[in-house]
């Protein structure tokens, strides 16, 4: 038993560390072109909306639905829009310059677009990160249980977890210049997965009951949802034409949807 863990564990730590290698492609391209930046947080939007309103939200209905009945999809309803009223209440209290010493530029010179990008960057890398500890508790459940749906199941969550890499590196590296830093936001998100396996698991064993993780993912999904409608996608049309918001946005979509697929 104690090597299932071990392997659930290494499972674990794949299907998040794929979330580097997804960020590291945004290195690819140039950061200088502004249509681009605008496909990439069409495409930031696109896999945050997906993921909510497929994924997220339908976990969350089946986790409520064993302990809440018929009262399941309204506890799932009113989470969606606590989530969005918390994202909505973080919005309006964080100060403009947020984050602004971590942009490569003199302070005098450093733009309110600047400044958009780089928060929606940081928006984008909290929310993915409280979402993927419940995802990292699944992980290593099944993967400790049943090694050989466990393998399947990482190699999947590796694939859709490489589009969110992405989503959370684009807009840090082009608003602050900084590989370095792009790279440690998608690193910790990467890490949340595996942190969750180990302190969810513990947690839901000893203290924290199961039904909990259903409210969380609905809360989850309204801020995702949330930042996608009030920070990306505004910012995205003010980069590029509304055509390559689309596109980045359906692409997103397309990419996150397609590794779901697997799962």
């Known amino acids: 038993m104690e090597s299932n863990y071990l392997i659930a564990f290494a499972l674990t730590l794949f299907a998040g560390f794929a979330t580097v290698l997804g960020g590291s492609f945004s290195f690819m391209l140039k950061r200088t072109s502004l249509r681009v ?138 608003a602050t210049g900084k590989k370095r830093l792009a790279l440690l936001f998608t690193f910790l998100a990467s890490l949340a997965g595996p942190i969750g396996a180990v302190l969810g698991f513990v947690l839901i064993k000893m203290f924290m009951p199961q039904m909990a993780i259903g409210i969380l993912f609905s809360i989850v999904a309204g801020i995702m949802v949330y930042i996608s409608l009030d920070t990306l996608m505004p910012l995205a049309r003010e980069y590029g034409e509304n055509h390559d918001v689309m596109v980045g946005i359906f692409a997103g979509m397309f990419f996150i949807g397609a590794g779901l697929l697997l799962v």
């Open 37 to 174: 930046l605008a496909i990439g947080l069409g495409f930031s939007a696109g896999v945050m909306i997906y993921m909510a309103l497929t994924e997220i939200l339908k976990d969350s209905k089946e986790f409520t639905s064993q302990y809440f009945g018929d009262v399941a999809p309204l506890i799932t309803f009113l989470g969606f829009f606590a989530g969005i009223v918390i994202a909505a209440t973080i919005d309006y209290f964080m100060p403009a310059h947020f984050g602004n010493d971590m942009i490569d530029k003199k302070p005098e010179d450093i733009t309110e677009k600047d400044e958009k990008v780089n928060q929606a960057g940081i928006l984008t890398a909290m929310a993915i990160c409280l979402h993927r500890f419940p995802e990292g508790l699944t992980m290593f459940l099944v993967a400790s249980s049943n090694i050989k749906l466990g393998l399947p199941l990482a190699l999947a969550l590796a694939i859709h977890n490489m589009p969110e890499g992405i989503a959370i590196s684009l807009p840090v590296y082009h």
